[in-house]
């Protein structure tokens, strides 16, 4: 079983409405989790780091935590077609010792 | 400021040969990592430095691989003897702590002939 699993996508849906990203985990210690965008032929930027079980928002984004479920998510309001990118979600293992990354979902925000 | 560099960009070598890749972190960081990257995967860690430590390095393929951070700042990835299957994109990403935020250099992409 991979550590962190994501759905490859394509995951397409159209301006305006809201994209639905998900991950889950395999390490019951994990302790932060990290929503990463990355543009085709760029490299990986943060979008939002999650710790606590719930939900934190920051703009148009709000990243989910389930601890018990084992299950992070990112949600994307207002979905534009800047948005269209590969967004990988990360998850910090063994209290810092390292990351490690999912494959990715691509997301297609169609105009 | 500036952010992480890497340096080459692309390197293109023939195979058996050894191939050295260098990461400039941001000024300051104490953490400093390597992934390795194909197309349409995460990133896959190899290693990782607090300071001039390295801290873990069980990502690493194998004994061709080693990094070192002698002096807490850059670092140094070297491959020896290289194998046509160690074609990929190489980044570095250094963050101010092993649970922050971790800013990717450029990345070097590597082609083994």
């Known amino acids: 079983q991979k550590e962190v699993e994501q759905n490859s996508g394509p995951l397409s849906v159209p301006e305006g409405a809201i994209a639905s990203l998900n991950c889950t985990y395999s390490?019951?210690?994990?302790?932060?989790f990290f929503w990463y965008r990355q543009y085709s032929g760029k490299s990986p930027e943060l979008i939002m780091f999650?710790?606590?079980?719930g939900d934190k928002e920051d703009g148009r984004f709000t990243a989910q935590l389930n601890k018990a479920s084992q299950y992070v998510s990112l949600l994307i309001r207002d979905s534009q077609p800047s948005d269209s990118a590969t967004y990988l979600c990360?998850?910090?293992?063994?209290?810092?010792?390292?990351?490690?990354f999912g494959p990715g979902t691509r997301l297609s925000v169609l105009p | 400021g500036a952010g992480v560099s890497q340096s080459p960009r692309y390197k293109v070598t023939k195979r058996g040969q050894d191939v050295a890749l260098r990461c400039d972190p941001i000024?300051?960081?104490?953490?400093l990592y390597w992934y390795r990257q194909a197309l349409g995967q995460g990133p896959e860690f190899l290693t990782y430095?607090?300071?001039?430590?390295?801290?873990?390095k069980s990502g690493l393929p194998n004994d061709r691989f080693s990094a070192e951070r002698p002096e807490g700042s850059i670092s140094t990835l070297t491959i020896q003897r290289t194998e046509q299957r160690d074609s990929a994109m190489y980044r570095c990403?250094?963050?101010?702590?092993?649970?922050?935020?971790?800013?990717f250099g450029p990345g070097t992409r590597l082609t083994v002939l």
């Open positions: 390490d019951r210690g994990s302790q932060s």
């Open positions: 999650i710790y606590s079980n």
């Open positions: 000024s300051g960081h104490v953490s």
């Open positions: 430095f607090n300071y001039e430590a390295q801290q873990d």
């Open positions: 990360a998850v910090n293992v063994n209290y810092g010792q390292n990351f490690v």
């Open positions: 990403a250094s963050s101010l702590g092993t649970d922050n935020e971790q800013f």
